[in-house]
């Protein structure tokens, strides 16, 4: 076979050892100038990924990443991406493919485009997000191995591009691993492909990377603002402005490519009543960026949750980012406005976004709608705490998920875990972790999904070593479910530190339209049942701020295989997987309006 091939294939493979960059993640993309490479892309499906490996599983010179074409009538290729089936992307192939449901493994995709060069430009290749493992080609070059499924990176290509015809291709793998974050086991589906939107991005060869405007203190109402550009270039004039605080100032970049500033001001602050957000405008070289940014201060005082200086209740509830019309990954402002919208119904001002990073839409979208975030990492369940690599995933997810959104209002708290068996190991890496978070951001709390250790006649106590790291001591409790619905009253909670207390997932199960008496598992009347019992139990933990309840809607899971009920689903939701709601519902709804 090889020697059929070889004389085109050679040819092509010799082009790609061009060089290409994975560069440090650009803030506010979607800003920039950008042309969307969304829609309809050629997929193949490679069960045993022989467009990479050989049949000795060696990575192979002759894979799909090359898209080839005969030459000659002899010539032998058994792949044609032109000839494929296409499939919309941004979206998984879980709910596109009825094949693919259950696919766990790789599949290719390719997109066709045509680029003009522009001269004195750069082009960096954007995608939201892939999930989860990810080589990426341009015009038969690779340019970056990406690993994590929930997060954005961006290429320079610039030196892989042509002037006229295109292509790109994608290597997506879902492959659940042991070393992952998340790992093996979680508790949501696996939702394979280019999740996110795909764009090129031009930009000049020194641009603006990123950037941070903060509210910093309430007194004085002091402005801070750094910038920092690609590269370390002195002398780059900067112009900061935001018409309707009349503020305009020029600054100048040091030999880092940074600049800062300290600013007073008297913005109105952003609150859930009251979402203000400015215009602001930052000006390089004749090109501008345009944010929307509110400000506002987040803290702590012994118990309390400080918004603006003011206690705040967090009247919230957990949501994964899956659609509302029976599934499949959520993107896109029109998604996030349905479930956020679901969630303002029920009287929240606050979400846990779990338990992954969401999409900048739904980020954007709560920030407008008044609705406060926790947005949180993957580390979920048993992660691999001994692994450095394991580590750097994690801390690399933390860290796009912090430079992305940085600027966003509405996001409180960081979350690093969700209920993590306890031990030394998990202790060093989270507690990493937490500090970490804190270095590259000061201006948010940091929390994690704790579980509560039991203890006899009906006490519970909250042993975490984690409360030293943490903000605000948030725990998960499934009283109604995994225990007794009847012990609810018997209850008594113990957290001991003197912090702010979030019960962060407590709920059940129920079938939207299944009635029956209210000891009956599965019917609304069991788990409205459960809400009334847990909500006059939450009244009286000392020093809660607020609840996050699992879950706003159902979604599926395979851990959920109970025949004619969950059928592949969690069923926990206050609302159905369609947006129906149910009994439960109103009574979480009733009890926000106390808050």
């Not at 000839?83 to 998984?92: C, L, Q, S, W």
Request: net charge neutral; charged share 25%.
């Amino acid at each position: 076979m090889k020697n059929v091939i070889s004389a085109f294939l050679l040819t092509a493979f010799s082009f790609t050892s061009a060089a290409a960059q994975e560069c440090p993640l650009i803030g506010n993309v979607f800003a920039r100038n950008t042309t969307s490479l969304n829609g309809q892309w050629n997929y193949i499906v490679d069960v045993q990924e022989e467009g990479y490996y050989d049949y000795r599983m060696n990575p192979t010179r002759w894979g799909f990443f090359l898209n080839a074409k005969p030459q000659r009538p002899e010539d032998l290729i058994e792949y044609d991406f032109d000839k494929a089936a296409t499939m919309r992307i941004p979206g998984d192939w879980n709910t596109q493919d009825e094949r693919l449901f259950f696919y766990e493994g790789t599949v290719w995709f390719k997109k066709s485009f045509r680029h003009k060069k522009q001269e004195g430009k750069r082009t960096l290749l954007y995608f939201g997000a892939v999930n989860y493992d990810s080589h990426v080609y341009v015009n038969g070059h690779h340019v970056t191995h990406h690993v994590g499924g929930f997060t954005p990176f961006n290429i320079d290509i610039t030196d892989q591009l042509h002037n006229g015809d295109n292509f790109v291709i994608v290597k997506v793998d879902n492959k659940r691993h042991k070393d992952n974050v998340p790992t093996q086991i979680f508790d949501w589906w696996n939702y394979g492909g280019i999740t996110r939107d795909v764009l090129l991005v031009d930009v000049q060869p020194t641009y603006v990377e990123n950037y941070s405007l903060q509210l910093a203190s309430l007194e004085g109402r002091r402005l801070t603002f750094y910038l920092k550009l690609n590269k370390p270039e002195a002398g780059k004039e900067i112009q900061l402005r935001i018409p309707e605080l009349k503020i305009k100032k020029k600054l100048t970049t040091d030999a880092n490519g940074c600049t800062n500033i300290a600013i007073k001001a008297k913005p109105v602050l952003w609150t859930p009543e009251t979402p203000r957000r400015y215009r602001v405008e930052i000006e390089m070289s004749g090109e501008t960026l345009v944010d929307s940014i509110g400000f506002r201060t987040i803290e702590t005082r012994g118990k309390e949750i400080l918004l603006n200086g003011k206690p705040i209740f967090l009247k919230g509830v957990s949501m994964h980012e899956e659609k509302t019309d029976g599934g499949g990954r959520a993107n896109g402002t029109e998604d996030a406005h349905k479930l956020l919208s679901m969630a303002k119904e029920l009287g929240c001002n606050f979400v846990r976004l779990a338990h992954y990073p969401h999409n900048e839409f739904m980020i954007r979208e709560a920030e407008r709608m008044g609705i406060l975030v926790w947005s949180e990492i993957p580390c979920y369940w048993t992660i691999s705490w001994t692994n450095e690599k394991t580590f750097k995933n994690a801390q690399r997810q933390l860290t796009d998920m912090i430079r992305r959104d940085q600027n966003r209002a509405n996001i409180i708290i960081w979350s690093i875990a969700n209920e993590t068996p306890h031990s030394a190991e998990r202790d060093r890496f989270l507690g990493r972790m937490a500090q970490y978070a804190r270095s590259i951001d000061s201006t948010r709390l940091i929390s994690m999904a704790m579980e509560v250790t039991s203890a006899s006649n009906y006490k519970n106590r909250l042993q975490d070593n984690m409360h030293e790291f943490v903000d605000v001591v948030s725990f998960n409790q499934y009283i109604g479910w995994y225990r007794d619905v009847n012990d609810a009253p018997k209850m008594e909670w113990e957290v001991p530190y003197e912090k702010p207390v979030i019960v962060s997932e407590f709920g059940g199960g129920a079938k939207y339209g299944y009635h029956g008496p209210k000891n009956l598992r599965w019917t609304e009347e069991f788990q409205e049942n459960l809400y009334e019992q847990n909500l006059r139990m939450l009244d009286k933990i000392e020093g809660l701020s607020g609840t996050t309840p699992w879950v706003l809607k159902d979604f599926r899971s395979p851990r959920r295989v109970l025949d004619g009920i969950q059928d592949y689903y969690n069923m926990k939701g206050l609302y159905s997987d369609r947006g129906e709601r149910k009994k439960a519902s109103y009574v979480l709804q009733e009890w926000y309006k106390t808050k």
